[in-house]
């Protein structure tokens, strides 16, 4: 499966934008998709993940929503009330065998390109 990162840009503290992960190659409407990221001279970090449920990164709970929508093979990641610590080049990735929406991005078979958030004081 091919994973296309997409939605990034420039946006002001305060603000919104939504990613998209668009999937090719096979359905994978029952695979575990996360989303992470990674800031210049940081590791990269889990930020979110679903399946049947989701999980969020304790940074990003109550701004940020995954959802899915399967007719389009795609994942979204909605980031409402941005703030300049969320700039980072934001990375899906899916995997195939996990169960549980796992914050383990060890367990993720598939990647994406990153795509830059930038977000201004």
């Known amino acids: 499966v091919q994973l296309q990162a997409s939605g990034g840009g420039l946006v002001q503290a305060g603000g919104s934008l939504r990613l998209s992960c668009a999937a090719s190659?096979?359905?994978?409407?029952?695979?575990?998709v996360a989303w992470s990221r990674q800031a210049p001279g940081k590791e990269r970090e889990f930020v979110a993940s679903?399946?049947?449920?989701?999980r969020y990164a304790d940074s990003v709970r109550g701004r940020f929503t995954i959802s899915r929508d399967n007719a389009k093979n795609t994942v979204y990641l909605q980031m409402d009330s941005l703030r300049p610590e969320d700039t980072a080049v934001y990375y899906c990735?899916?995997?195939?065998?996990?169960?549980?929406?796992?914050?383990?991005?060890?367990?993720?078979?598939?990647w994406g390109q990153g795509t830059q958030v930038t977000v201004s004081s």
């Open positions: 990735a899916a995997s195939e065998f996990a169960i549980t929406p796992t914050y383990r991005l060890g367990q993720y078979d598939y």
């Open positions: 190659g096979r359905t994978f409407n029952s695979y575990v």
């Open positions: 679903i399946s049947s449920s989701t």
